[in-house]
């Protein structure tokens, strides 16, 4: 069996339009098993559930990228050559590839995500839409970014970020309208 070439070289063949199959295949593998870690990533630290869908990790790596694998206009790996010209410029030769590549994979799945979890369960979308829009329209609650995702707290109080979530039950419980 061949030594796989590292990716960034095949995003620097990708991005000179020096591509055979092969490495469109190899490109594509790479594509598929960064989306997988990323939404592995996501299941374990974020709490996603994908058992509703009825698909597997892996077969929601394949959906997910496979508009950024497909073709554009006719090009082989269009949209993933147009998204690395888009965050790279003109600096070709100062970038990591490999960074940007996961950067453009990531921010893939995470958007096609929402459009996934929004068709499976449309009820929590539009109440995770609604708290988005009141937070942002008040100066009562903070939304503060983390790894984990978003963290909603009061403004005018220690949002005490070192203590374990709350749970499930006492949040539901201390809900009242206003």
Same mark, same amino acid.
């Given at each position: 069996?061949?030594?796989?070439? @590292?990716?960034?070289?095949?995003?620097? %063949?990708?991005?000179? $339009? /020096? +591509?055979?199959? #092969?490495? *469109?295949?190899?490109?594509?593998?790479?594509?598929? =098993?960064?989306?997988?870690?990323?939404?592995?990533?996501?299941?374990?630290?974020?709490?996603?559930?994908? &058992?509703? +869908?009825?698909?597997?990790?892996?077969?929601?790596?394949?959906?997910?990228? !496979? /508009?950024?694998?497909? $073709?554009?206009?006719?090009?082989?790996?269009?949209?993933? %050559?147009? !998204?690395?010209?888009?965050?790279?410029?003109?600096? $070709?030769?100062? !970038?990591?590839? /490999?960074? *940007?590549?996961?950067?453009? *994979?990531? =921010?893939?799945?995470?958007?096609?995500?929402? &459009?996934?979890? +929004?068709?499976?369960? @449309?009820?929590? !979308? #539009?109440?995770? &839409?609604?708290? #988005?829009?009141?937070?942002?329209?008040?100066?009562?609650? =903070?939304?503060? /970014?983390?790894?984990?995702?978003?963290?909603?707290?009061?403004?005018? +109080?220690?949002? %005490?970020?070192?203590?374990?979530?709350?749970?499930?039950?006492?949040?539901?419980?201390?809900?009242? @309208?206003?």
């Amino acid at each position: 069996m061949h030594a796989q070439p @590292p990716i960034s070289d095949l995003l620097k %063949r990708l991005l000179e $339009e /020096e +591509t055979s199959p #092969r490495h *469109v295949d190899l490109i594509i593998d790479h594509t598929v =098993q960064c989306a997988y870690r990323h939404i592995e990533w996501l299941f374990w630290y974020r709490g996603y559930n994908h &058992r509703p +869908t009825g698909l597997s990790a892996e077969d929601l790596a394949y959906d997910l990228v !496979a /508009e950024l694998v497909s $073709e554009l206009d006719g090009v082989v790996l269009g949209r993933l %050559r147009r !998204a690395l010209h888009n965050v790279i410029g003109e600096r $070709e030769e100062d !970038a990591d590839l /490999e960074s *940007v590549f996961i950067g453009i *994979v990531n =921010q893939t799945v995470r958007s096609n995500l929402v &459009r996934l979890f +929004t068709d499976i369960n @449309p009820l929590q !979308a #539009r109440l995770l &839409r609604a708290l #988005r829009r009141y937070v942002k329209s008040t100066e009562k609650i =903070q939304r503060i /970014e983390a790894i984990s995702g978003y963290w909603y707290a009061f403004a005018d +109080t220690d949002p %005490r970020l070192h203590l374990p979530p709350a749970p499930m039950e006492l949040l539901r419980s201390t809900l009242f @309208p206003e």
